[in-house]
């Protein structure tokens, strides 16, 4: 007989590098669906040292990626530890975390998530829920993404779950299938040349709006092959390292244009991913901070109604539902959905330690 209310821990990092998300989850069924309280909730910031090595780390050998995970496991079992004391928290049932994605290759079926190794489990003393990826991509999947389900269970009350992280993905029902798929890039193409110009990021689209767009730009980044394959399909830094900057780097304009072009070019494309150009829209990730980028987004989307939510859920979505993936992996119940992935079939994917 499985539980009907679970106290645990979500933990997630994206590829904007942003930091490493922590949020305390209580969740309960009632009537059979299920509810959730966000309680206590962190981002712990990379330092420089920690920030350097994960932009890199795309480039580096079987070694240098083997001591990277044993380094990044350790620290990201000190952050939890540490968010446990500082919280007190008691009573856990699971740690469940993503760790930090280096390599995203599910077409040479291969994805690697760092901090998932299993003397995380020893260091915390607690049961440990993570590497949600690897089994997907071993059934033919994509391995991403993996928030649709939780968006299917939790937001269902949405038209569409939209993420603007480093990358955007979104998610929305179709013939009675949950249908989910990577968009393009976001925030990993934004900060990159907001880090050129002295800014850890576009604040509100500042920098972005201040630029002029180049049509040129615009209509190559609008022609790349990936926007025209079906989905299921997801992306990886190093689509955005071999394909994207090349390209926007050979144009000679200012970096406040090629933003500008880049904001763009992410609402035209958020806006072509839609199948139905009205209902409502829940928008969360770091990139809906990004006035300008909302503003764009919605000039697009003319019939969308677009919700922000609450700071809570629009910062810390992805580790509530990577909570919710490791709860469902604790009750052996499904957490990847086929439709979504594209794998052989839905399956419940991760690995429990303890």
Same mark, same amino acid.
């Given at each position: 007989?499985? =539980?009907?209310?679970?106290?645990?821990?979500?933990?997630?990092?994206?590829?904007? *590098?942003?930091?490493?998300?922590?949020?305390?989850?209580?969740?309960?069924?009632?009537?059979?669906?299920?509810?959730? @309280?966000?309680?206590?909730?962190?981002?712990?910031?990379?330092?420089?040292?920690?920030?350097?090595?994960?932009?890199?780390?795309?480039? #580096?050998?079987?070694?240098?990626?083997?001591?990277?995970? &044993?380094?990044?496991?350790?620290?990201?079992?000190?952050?939890?530890? @540490? #968010? %446990?004391?500082?919280?007190?928290?008691?009573?856990?049932? !699971?740690?469940?975390?993503?760790?930090?994605?280096?390599?995203?290759?599910? &077409?040479?079926?291969? @994805?690697? &998530?760092?901090?998932?190794?299993?003397?995380?489990?020893?260091?915390?003393?607690?049961?440990?829920?993570?590497?949600?990826?690897?089994?997907?991509?071993?059934?033919?999947?994509?391995? !991403?993404?993996?928030?649709?389900?939780?968006?299917?269970? *939790?937001?269902?009350?949405?038209?569409?779950?939209?993420?603007? /992280?480093?990358?955007?993905?979104?998610?929305?029902?179709?013939?009675?299938?949950?249908?989910?798929?990577?968009?393009?890039?976001?925030?990993?193409? *934004? +900060?990159?040349?907001?880090?050129? *110009?002295? #800014?850890?990021?576009?604040?509100?689209?500042?920098?972005?709006?201040?630029?002029?767009?180049?049509?040129?730009?615009?209509?190559?980044?609008? /022609?790349?092959?990936?926007?025209?394959?079906?989905?299921?399909?997801?992306? /990886?830094?190093?689509?955005?390292?071999?394909?994207?900057?090349?390209?926007?780097?050979?144009?000679?304009?200012?970096?406040?244009?090629?933003?500008?072009?880049? @904001?763009?070019? %992410? !609402?035209? &494309?958020?806006?072509? !991913?839609?199948?139905?150009?009205?209902? =409502?829209?829940?928008?969360?990730?770091?990139?809906?901070? +990004?006035? #300008?980028? $909302?503003?764009? $987004?919605?000039?697009?989307?003319?019939?969308?109604?677009?919700?922000?939510?609450?700071?809570?859920?629009?910062?810390?979505?992805?580790?509530? %539902?990577?909570?919710?993936?490791?709860?469902?992996?604790?009750?052996?119940?499904?957490?990847?959905?086929?439709?979504?992935?594209?794998?052989?079939?839905?399956?419940?994917?991760?690995?429990?330690?303890?």
């Amino acid at each position: 007989m499985h =539980k009907e209310t679970y106290n645990v821990i979500g933990v997630m990092s994206g590829t904007s *590098l942003d930091g490493i998300d922590l949020a305390h989850i209580h969740f309960s069924i009632i009537d059979g669906k299920w509810d959730f @309280t966000i309680l206590e909730t962190e981002t712990l910031s990379y330092d420089n040292n920690w920030l350097n090595k994960l932009k890199i780390a795309v480039d #580096f050998s079987q070694e240098e990626l083997r001591k990277l995970n &044993q380094d990044y496991t350790f620290l990201l079992a000190n952050v939890i530890k @540490t #968010f %446990i004391e500082k919280h007190n928290l008691k009573n856990l049932d !699971a740690i469940c975390s993503h760790g930090h994605t280096i390599l995203h290759q599910p &077409q040479n079926g291969f @994805t690697l &998530q760092i901090g998932n190794l299993t003397e995380i489990a020893k260091i915390l003393n607690q049961t440990v829920v993570c590497d949600f990826r690897v089994q997907d991509v071993e059934l033919g999947g994509q391995g !991403a993404p993996l928030v649709p389900i939780g968006d299917s269970i *939790l937001f269902a009350k949405y038209d569409y779950c939209l993420n603007l /992280g480093g990358f955007s993905n979104v998610s929305f029902e179709q013939n009675g299938n949950r249908i989910a798929f990577d968009i393009s890039p976001v925030n990993t193409v *934004l +900060n990159f040349y907001a880090n050129q *110009l002295g #800014f850890d990021y576009d604040d509100k689209g500042m920098i972005s709006k201040s630029g002029k767009l180049n049509t040129d730009l615009f209509n190559e980044l609008n /022609g790349l092959d990936y926007y025209k394959k079906p989905f299921p399909k997801s992306l /990886g830094f190093e689509f955005v390292k071999a394909i994207v900057f090349p390209l926007i780097e050979k144009y000679s304009i200012p970096n406040q244009d090629k933003m500008r072009t880049f @904001t763009e070019h %992410i !609402a035209q &494309q958020t806006a072509l !991913a839609l199948p139905k150009k009205e209902g =409502k829209l829940l928008a969360t990730g770091g990139g809906t901070y +990004n006035d #300008f980028l $909302m503003e764009k $987004m919605q000039f697009h989307l003319p019939q969308i109604e677009i919700i922000i939510p609450d700071a809570k859920i629009l910062e810390y979505k992805e580790a509530l %539902i990577f909570a919710l993936l490791g709860v469902l992996k604790l009750r052996n119940e499904i957490n990847v959905l086929a439709s979504v992935t594209g794998a052989k079939h839905n399956h419940s994917s991760g690995i429990i330690l303890k």
